[in-house]
């Protein structure tokens, strides 16, 4: 899988997250999907972790805090294509009491291949005060509990080796 050894069936043992077929206007001028997109497909995927520890849009408009990515690193392996099938699978990499790094995959199912890799540091961010926060207790103990299964896979996650959370 171009320069990393972890496999789809390794992935595989993440859920599926998030799903779709690339639309045509994901495209730009050299016909391929944008950069811009393979960020936004993982940020979905990201969104629903978010809503499943808590932290997705009904906590942000009930409370004065957010998420923001503080640092993202892409590796691309293949093309991904107008039609193509892709599921997103995402990977609790390491936490802190205001900040998660993840890793996502992106894998295109039409052609079983890996698509591309993006790591992203996210941080909860006081909206007041536009500053870093603690997660709140709920949702932080809801992301130990999946550091704790993610860590407990048979395979090492192929991170890029200069991001922190």
Known sequence: ??????????????EPIYELAIPADFLDENKHVNVQYYLHI??????????????????????????????????????????????????????????????????????????????????NVDMKLRRGAPFPAEAYAQLETLLTRHEELTWEAPVCGVMRA
Do not use: C, P, W
């Not at 899988?1 to 993440?14: A, D, F, K, N, V």
């Not at 392996?77 to 890793?103: G, T």
């Open 1 to 14: 899988m171009s320069g990393i050894e972890t496999t789809l069936s390794e992935i595989r043992h993440l």
């Open 42 to 123: 993982v940020e979905r995927g990201l969104g629903q972790i978010f809503e499943n520890v808590g932290l997705g849009e009904v906590y942000a408009a009930a409370h004065t805090y957010g998420n923001f990515a503080l640092e993202q690193h892409i590796r691309y392996f293949a093309e991904l294509l107008v039609e193509d099938q892709v599921s997103v699978f995402i990977r609790l990499i390491a936490l802190s009491a205001k900040r998660a790094y993840f890793m996502g995959f992106v894998v295109n199912e039409s052609r079983q291949q890996l698509a591309a890799i993006v790591e992203v540091v996210m941080m």
